[in-house]
């Protein structure tokens, strides 16, 4: 394992095209493996509109099976352009039981493994609950060519306990494929809070765990079934190194890069600022508790 | 208890002259105070320079009991100006045993409570490991007329635990008094670095609790004793509300101001961003280890 890998990100549209949305999504893929990348990660329900706009029992047809046509594809393709790919999807694991999980796919086109969203949103416009079950495979880092990947799915991103356990495992760095967006009926003020917040809380993890940070989130405006409204899916992914600082950070237009990221700066993070050091994990136990009254 | 209240800091320089520093700090208090104060925060170790630069068994002279000389000049400064003051200090609690303590002085001049700083650094200038015994009064906010205040000191502010234990049990903001600064050894980039994720780490716990922030620290530069070298305070308290969003940030002069903090703010932003409904508190246990290996 090298101490620095290429990591590369695609932030993109998703139309109803699914055809369209494949060979996009295919295209993106080589494109980024032919400029360097050796992990790349795509954005949260990679190969489908954000279907949760609206509770509608058609839509769990859009599910798949693990391993099924995606992983087919995906594991196709990194054995092809031998990259790690991380893929988060809409899973389907029985009649009538789904998950929000992501799958990493080694460079030999198998499963590495899986990580099932454990947190599960919901707010008008982003109806999780009714879709999603709850995942139950823990916080458990996946272990890859190109390193430990701390794999966590959107919402899991506002929750520093998701991310310390990650890292109290050995986790590299952390991944958040995310789909998130403004309702553009909010005053342009509270757009800026809810963006710099979100900013804010991942590049937090890279500071408190010292280790890298990679957050790839959808763009572009989505409408929601009969109707007009609908969710305009912020972009802004970013890459952080293991101190917070932004190594990459793209707009609210479709975008890919690739950047090195070096995964043994974390030793020289630590050393400066150890905090894990200093944790008195003794005296923590009352996190386990919904709430102290 | 007002949903709205004022809160007052301070961000100074601390001489060794301790009765010009005195007299300093209790004349910012009464500015604060008349500025429309309601509580007033200092920065660590409040009235003496940071004289954990080197190890010398005679700094423990600097430390004093609880109640002592500073919450009788604090507790009739509270009394007269009607305010409630967060006040670190060096704490002697008995022979040869010493904390690292933020008193809570309420406004009839009473203590309303204690914190004993639970994390400790240690690291070159910052010898803190020598002076202060770990904190044993765990992470309890302290009840006053303003507000229940979640008080946590300096490196405490790098442990997102600390924080999310002081919301669980009702904090209805958190304070943390500082003193950190930069080795101007290091490069321009890195002293950007350190501060960027300085405030990255406070606001998070903004955003990830939904509380406000309030961080004081020391400025100026102070030499360790015999030696040129010494550590450049950096200023840059500041204080955010409920979604992290900056109410106020100072530079790094001495600087003294007043800003309205909404505590009511909390209950909207925890239902737009309802992370206290999602946690998956059954499954953070592995948080309770010093490392998964």
Redo the contacts between chains.
């Keep these: 394992m090298n101490s620095k890998i290429k990591v590369g990100i695609a932030q993109l549209k998703i139309s109803n095209d699914k055809t369209e949305v494949e060979n996009k999504l295919i295209n993106k893929v080589k494109e980024l493996a032919k400029e360097g990348a050796e992990l790349i990660v795509l954005q949260e329900l990679h190969n489908t509109p954000y279907f949760c706009q609206t509770e509608d029992v058609n839509k769990f047809d859009l599910a798949e099976t693990i391993p099924g046509r995606s992983t087919q594809i995906y594991g196709d393709l990194a054995k092809d352009l031998e990259v790690v790919i991380v893929l988060s999807l809409f899973e389907k694991r029985a009649k009538g039981l789904y998950h929000n999980t992501a799958v990493v796919i080694e460079k030999d086109g198998t499963i590495a493994g899986k990580y099932r969203k ?4 919901d ?1 008008p416009g982003f109806y999780e609950k009714f879709y999603f079950t ?1 995942g139950d495979l ?2 458990n880092p996946i272990k890859t060519s190109v390193g430990t990947l701390g794999v966590l799915i959107c ?1 899991d991103q ?5 991310a ?2 990650m890292a ?3 986790a590299d760095l952390l991944i958040y494929p995310t789909a998130i967006g403004w309702d553009l009926n909010d005053t342009k003020e509270e757009l800026i ?2 963006l ?2 979100w900013i ?2 991942q ?2 993890h ?3 765990n010292g280790i890298p940070v990679v957050s790839v989130n959808r763009v572009g405006f989505e409408k929601a079934d009969n109707s007009e409204e609908g969710i305009s899916f912020w972009g802004n992914s970013f890459i952080t190194g293991s ?3 932004l190594l990459q950070h793209f707009g609210e237009s479709e975008e890919k890069g690739v950047v090195e990221v070096d995964l043994e700066k974390t030793e020289h993070t630590r050393r ?5 050091r ?16």
């Design positions: 454990m947190h599960i949103p707010d709850e823990g916080f919402w506002w929750y520093p306990e998701a310390r356990i109290l495992k050995g809070r809810q710099d917040s804010t809380i590049k937090s890279s500071v408190a101190q917070g600082e400066i600022w150890p905090f894990f200093d944790r008195r994990f003794e005296d923590y136990s009352e996190i386990l508790n919904r709430y102290l009254d």
